[in-house]
């Protein structure tokens, strides 16, 4: 199986701050990595697929970069919204596994 | 508008069974595969199973393997996940989740069902 990590596991930041997870796998997996929000008691929410393709509806200030082991996603200018925990996610093999998130908090 | 609702979940002792169903809506349900993936309280997500959108290819995870079963109705636009020998590592939220397309993408997921095994 594909192992994969996150850092940090969590931060601290306030609104406006620019924001970096970074998202690495044990093995190369092109681009095929996800990127999920999941705020307290909701069920996640894709943010970017193919590791930098916004899906629709998503605001513009989340990105995505990387390929082959290691990712990124970025806020730009991080909004009261988007205090939550974000997970990455592999669709190169089965089984696909997730990381095991990282928790943005207000500072 | 996309809707995947979960229902039955609840309490089941060690050793008990249960099934989980998922109602869709919002989308020709037939043409997509779909999944499940589960949190178990206060930790991350882990993948449980997957279906083919035709119901002719399955998925689980090694953890869930020989146990439950993840079936579906297309006349019904209904996801099923039949789990049996439960035990109490299986407690947790379980997801139904609606694949991009047949790529391991999630783009919607239900609100969850939460399940319990306890004595």
């Known amino acids: 199986d594909i192992q994969m990590t996150q850092s940090p596991s969590s931060l601290s930041a306030s609104v406006g701050d620019r924001v970096t997870i970074t998202c690495r796998a044990s093995?190369?997996?092109?681009?095929?990595l996800n990127w999920y929000q999941q705020k307290p008691g909701k069920a996640p929410k894709l943010l970017i697929y193919?590791?930098?393709s916004l899906q629709s509806g998503v605001p513009s200030r989340f990105s995505g970069s990387g390929s082959g082991t290691d990712f990124t996603l970025t806020i730009s200018s991080l909004q009261p919204e988007d205090f939550a925990t974000y997970y990455c996610q592999q669709s190169y093999s089965t089984p696909v596994t997730f990381g095991p998130g990282t928790k943005v908090d207000i500072k | 508008e996309v809707q995947l609702v979960e229902s039955g979940g609840g309490l089941v002792q060690p050793g008990g069974s249960l099934r989980l169903s998922c109602s869709a809506s919002g989308f020709t349900f037939s043409s997509y595969a779909m999944h499940w993936v589960r949190q178990a309280p206060g930790k991350g997500l882990e993948y449980v199973s997957a279906i083919s959108s035709n119901g002719g290819s399955t998925y689980y995870a090694d953890s869930v393997k020989g146990r439950f079963t993840i079936s579906r109705d297309n006349s019904k636009n209904t996801l099923y996940l039949q789990m049996s020998s439960l035990r109490a590592e299986d407690t947790a939220v379980y997801y139904c989740?609606?694949?991009?397309?047949?790529?391991?993408?999630?783009?919607?997921w239900g609100q969850g069902t939460l399940v319990t095994v306890s004595s």
């Open positions: 193919a590791a930098s």
């Open positions: 093995q190369s997996i092109s681009s095929y």
């Open positions: 989740v609606k694949d991009l397309g047949s790529s391991a993408r999630f783009d919607y």
